[in-house]
């Protein structure tokens, strides 16, 4: 009985996550699509401390023939926004649901930038269904100096920091996310404020940066705004 409560939720809450994203999308001129030279990462979502790959989207609005916005179809990305694009085969249309079939999986071709109507700027990847496994795309992070007066960098990596995951809450313009640490519950209430920075990391808004494996967050800065100062972190080795 509880599991059957337990689905139940998890469809309620989809379909009222899918109504209110439809409320805020604000299809203007303040919106626009940046395409990567290459396609990146495959995308995934947390499940019980491991990644996995997303799998299905279901679109909920189509912006053109070619171009729908869609969210996670299973119970662990039902809050996962992203806008698919098509190969230019296939037409998309409204409920939609596009399943990566087996040798496939749903790559980040680029971002999409929009504002929303209660004048929220957000940033949401754009997906294409490619060939590949998610092995294939796992790839080492690489560290980047700025000079960016807001950044102050260490000579040496720092301390290592003691949440193994974040949640994006925000991306700067120059690539880099404001995040807040998860606990092992999967909550960010009381999470450390950070600054995620690394190349061609393509972050947007709450996804979800887990350190893999022999590897660990690092602080090797401080990030300086108008109201707050907090530590700049890396995904270094251990």
Request: charged content about 25%; proline content about 3%.
């Amino acid at each position: 009985m509880k599991k059957i409560w337990v689905y139940l939720l998890g469809i309620l809450s989809g379909v009222i996550l899918t109504f209110l994203v439809s409320l805020i999308i604000n299809k203007s001129k303040n919106s626009d699509i940046t395409y990567f030279d290459e396609p990146g990462e495959a995308i995934t979502v947390e499940c019980y401390g491991r990644m996995r790959p997303v799998t299905s989207f279901k679109i909920f609005q189509t912006l053109d023939k070619n171009a729908g916005l869609a969210l996670g179809e299973d119970l662990y990305s039902r809050d996962l926004l992203v806008l698919v694009i098509s190969d230019g085969g296939q037409s998309l249309f409204d409920n939609q649901t596009i399943v990566a079939p087996h040798g496939k999986c749903f790559r980040q071709i680029g971002i999409y930038k929009y504002k929303s109507n209660d004048k929220m700027h957000r940033t949401i990847p754009v997906v294409m269904l490619m060939d590949g496994e998610i092995e294939d795309f796992v790839e080492e992070p690489t560290i980047v100096e700025k000079t960016n007066s807001d950044y102050t960098f260490f000579d040496e990596p720092g301390e290592v920091m003691t949440d193994k995951s974040y949640k994006v809450d925000r991306v700067l313009d120059d690539g880099s996310a404001i995040a807040r640490g998860k606990s092992e519950y999967g909550s960010t209430y009381f999470g450390l404020e950070v600054l995620l920075q690394e190349e061609n990391a393509n972050y947007y808004n709450d996804q979800i940066v887990k350190a893999p494996n022999g590897k660990c967050f690092r602080q090797v800065g401080i990030y300086k705004s108008w109201s707050k100062t907090i530590p700049i972190v890396k995904l270094m080795d251990n």
